[in-house]
């Protein structure tokens, strides 16, 4: 590793925005300190990363919002290529006020409860994407819940930064980017560690080992969900560990550097051996298929379903 993989993230804003601490992978990353978009997940940047957002569509089999969430980035390589991707980036709410107008909105999911409320700071480099979140929560769906495809505009102005109501009323703004967002609470930060410790309770050591490689600035045990397509018509989610940077002699040294790597290093004395984390269970395969649309005979979007 010639530096460290987010050096060049030279840009710095505080954010706030509700976190599943239920969800083992979220859980994990808390723990860690930091939240990382897909497009840094690895080097060289690799396409099979996903936002949290993707993978949790996915999971849950909703093929009619994959398809709505294909065709709203669709619009976006195509006029507006330089915004962020709601398939890799991340969500936030710009300040706390906005974030907490949204508790208690059944439009949004039902993790938005003040417990699960955290700011952050935001570490990127590129431009970040304001968009009004109103223009998804009431885009015109037809009778099956998909987009309806006869007027795509409102998915232009959604990218072009517009508000849904013309007298800016009632805006839901949302910031979409790519970097990473560090946690701030260590309070949270203990909670996750107690709790992936109880689902991994003889991983002691790799689970210190990742908050010390993350505190020093690196992806030493960094998760994130990840998309593999194993055969023709089979996907897997999973949520992939990266422990390779373990193994580089300068993260090595950063954690040694650690004001903590003293009680790594008794736990490593006192254990001869430990068990990695594995997040396998929590993966999924599906069967892929494709969702036709008779208006977009050209257009192929996947529909995934459980295996027969």
Same mark, same amino acid.
């Given at each position: ?8 993230? *030279? ?93 208690? *909105? ?24 304001? !968009? ?49 967002? @560090?946690?701030?609470?260590?309070? !949270? ?10 689902? #991994? ?10 908050? @010390? ?21 089979? !996907? ?9 940077? #373990?193994? *580089? ?28 984390? *594995? #997040? ?29």
């Amino acid at each position: 590793m010639s530096s460290f993989p987010f050096s060049s993230l *030279d840009h710095s804003t505080r954010v706030f925005c509700f976190l599943d601490f239920e969800h083992l992978a979220v859980a994990w990353a808390v723990m860690r300190g930091m939240m990382v978009s897909a497009d840094y997940a690895a080097t060289p940047t690799n396409p099979g990363f996903v936002s949290f957002m993707q993978a949790g569509m996915i999971e849950a089999l909703n093929n009619r919002r994959i398809f709505n969430e294909v065709l709203v980035e669709r619009v976006r390589l195509n006029f507006f290529a330089r915004q962020v991707s709601r398939m890799r980036g991340m969500f936030f709410f710009r300040s706390q006020n906005e974030a907490e107008a949204r508790i208690g *909105d059944r439009s949004w999911p039902p993790y938005f409860e003040s417990k699960n409320l955290i700011e952050l700071e935001l570490r990127h480099s590129e431009p970040f994407t304001d !968009v009004d979140a109103n223009w998804i929560t009431f885009a015109p769906l037809a009778e099956d819940g998909r987009v309806n495809i006869g007027d795509l505009e409102w998915i232009r102005r959604y990218w072009a930064g517009m508000t849904y109501n013309a007298n800016n009323a009632n805006a839901v703004w949302e910031r979409l980017a790519n970097g990473v967002a @560090l946690v701030l609470d260590e309070q !949270v930060r203990r909670q996750c560690y107690q709790y992936v410790g109880e689902i #991994f309770p003889d991983s002691h050591i790799p689970i210190l080992m990742s908050r @010390l490689a993350s505190e020093a600035g690196t992806r030493g045990g960094l998760t994130a969900p990840f998309l593999l397509r194993e055969i023709e018509q089979r !996907v897997r989610l999973g949520y992939c560990w990266s422990d390779a940077e #373990f193994h *580089d002699p300068v993260v090595i040294s950063a954690i040694k550097n650690h004001p903590d790597s003293g009680a790594l290093g008794r736990m490593m004395s006192e254990n001869e051996t430990w068990k990695m984390p *594995d #997040f396998r269970p929590w993966g999924r395969v599906f069967e892929l298929r494709e969702q036709k649309i008779p208006q977009l005979s050209a257009f192929q979007v996947p529909s995934l379903h459980h295996p027969g």
